[in-house]
């Protein structure tokens, strides 16, 4: 057995303990408030969750277990997953251990392309992966376990591998899709010897012509997306699931279910999209001048600008910063990157000049698009797909640290609007 249940069973000892005494000591200390207008505005700024995996101060941007991601943008999945799950970066030793626990788990059971094949041909996407996800639930370890009666101290074990499973498959499974949805050709298998970059490149079968830099690129890619704390849709929603005691099967797909709305991860699908129509529009690299039209043309029709805005952020992204110096050291001047720099002079000045929108600033989708287009991963529909790759990180993580600290089932109290009446009366 791996080393990564040593590893966890001797600090989840320590966490258990930790959280105890801060129960004991500060329980009745008031976190937050919340306001009428905070109920009925998506519990914005309400703190009452607990995520250790990672943070998002609105003036920062994502930290993963204290780091923020600036220092971890050369890391790998395997580093960042070990992190996610312990709160420590690996050493030699225990991330070759943990990454060949990953390798050894890949194969994806031939069901689960037969279930794809039969889909409807224009099915999207994240569909395709959503259903495969929840096809493969009957491999869960932990409901297996829970019905031989699994001990609660137990659980996070069960999860544990069922999330060694699913990160391990999902880049295959992932990259099958791609293949089978645009037509471009058998799906190819995936390689033990490889890491979970290098496998999941070679599986989706791009052009090969730059693979060192586009290897490089979906590492960062993966890293980037990784996990946001756990109050954003796909990670709440993660959250109650798996706090019902539905395995990460379920709470996974349906996590992702959310992931797949435009204001959510869809969002560098609708952004690519649109900087494609612009670039249609007015040609190769438009100017400031028509750049700042096109922003009015789509706010005046009631769209909101993708990539732009965050409900927690109050700064550019960090992960957007990441992949626009990127763009900078490999492909300055791809028209395509041209115009996502531009924009990025561009659009935060004009949202600034609308009072409601609280950030101006882009977020992580306003690159990421961009970037896969750039070596050849065109079909944009795609895109949330890789997202949800990089983004079982965290959310499998959050699950194993959930169970391994016996979080009990989500059940916040919901009030109706004839109550607010009279209680503002
Ligand atoms: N363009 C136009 N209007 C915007 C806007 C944008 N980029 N960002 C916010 N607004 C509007 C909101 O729609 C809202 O308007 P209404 O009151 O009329 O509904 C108002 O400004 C206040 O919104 P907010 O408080 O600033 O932001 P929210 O927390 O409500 O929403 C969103 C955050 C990310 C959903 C929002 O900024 C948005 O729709 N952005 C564009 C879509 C996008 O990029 N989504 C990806 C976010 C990152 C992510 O989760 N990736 O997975």
New binding site residues.
């Given amino acids: 057995m791996s080393i990564i249940f040593d590893i966890l069973s001797k600090k989840i000892v320590e966490w258990r303990k930790e959280e105890s005494a801060i129960i004991e000591k500060g329980g009745a200390k008031i976190l937050s408030q919340v306001t009428v207008a905070q109920a009925y505005g998506?519990m914005?700024g309400v703190a009452s969750l607990i995520c250790d995996t990672s943070r998002v101060p609105q003036d920062q941007g994502l930290i993963i277990r204290e780091i923020p991601l600036k220092k971890l943008l050369d890391k790998t999945p395997e580093e960042i997953f070990f992190l996610l799950l312990t709160s420590e970066l690996p050493d030699k030793n225990q991330l070759a251990d943990f990454s060949s626990e990953i390798r050894s788990r890949k194969n994806v059971p031939q069901y689960i392309w037969d279930v794809l094949r039969s889909m409807p041909k224009d099915s999207h996407p994240m569909t395709m992966l959503n259903t495969a996800i929840l096809v493969l639930q009957k491999e869960s370890v932990f409901a297996h376990r829970y019905d031989d009666g699994m001990r609660k101290e137990d659980y996070w074990k069960a999860t544990l591998e069922d999330a060694l499973n699913l990160v391990a498959k999902l880049p295959a499974i992932a990259a099958g899709i791609y293949r089978m949805r645009f037509n471009k050709g058998e799906i190819i298998l995936p390689d033990p010897a490889m890491d979970l970059t290098g496998d999941y490149v070679h599986m989706l079968g791009l052009d090969k012509s730059k693979k060192e830099e586009f290897n490089d690129l979906m590492r960062l890619y993966l890293v980037a997306h990784c996990d946001h704390e756990g109050g954003?849709v796909s990670a709440l929603t993660n959250l109650t699931i798996n706090s019902a005691l539905s395995d990460i099967y379920y709470s996974l797909s349906g996590g992702f279910d959310g992931?797949a709305g435009?204001?959510?991860?869809l969002?560098n699908q609708e952004?690519l999209k649109w900087i494609l129509e612009i670039m249609q529009k007015y040609g190769d690299a438009p100017s400031k001048e028509q750049l700042k039209e096109i922003v009015w043309d789509t706010?005046n029709s009631g769209k909101?600008?993708?990539?732009?805005?965050?409900?927690v952020l109050r700064v550019t992204d960090p992960r957007f910063e990441g992949f626009l110096q990127f763009g900078k050291n490999h492909f300055p001047d791809d028209p395509l990157f041209i115009t996502v720099a531009r924009l990025y002079e561009v659009v935060p000045e004009e949202?600034k000049k609308i009072e409601?929108?609280?950030?101006p600033w882009p977020?992580?989708?306003a690159a990421s698009g961009s970037m896969l287009y750039h070596y050849g991963l065109k079909e944009f529909s795609y895109y949330t797909v890789v997202f949800a790759v990089s983004r079982s990180l965290g959310l499998t993580a959050q699950a194993v640290i959930n169970r391994a600290m016996n979080a009990p089932i989500i059940r916040p109290k919901s009030v109706t609007t004839y109550f607010v009446k009279e209680f503002i009366s």
């Fill in positions: 998506g914005r954003n992931l435009p204001l959510h991860g969002a952004c706010l909101v600008i993708p990539g732009y805005g965050h409900a949202l409601k929108i609280k950030n977020n992580v989708d």
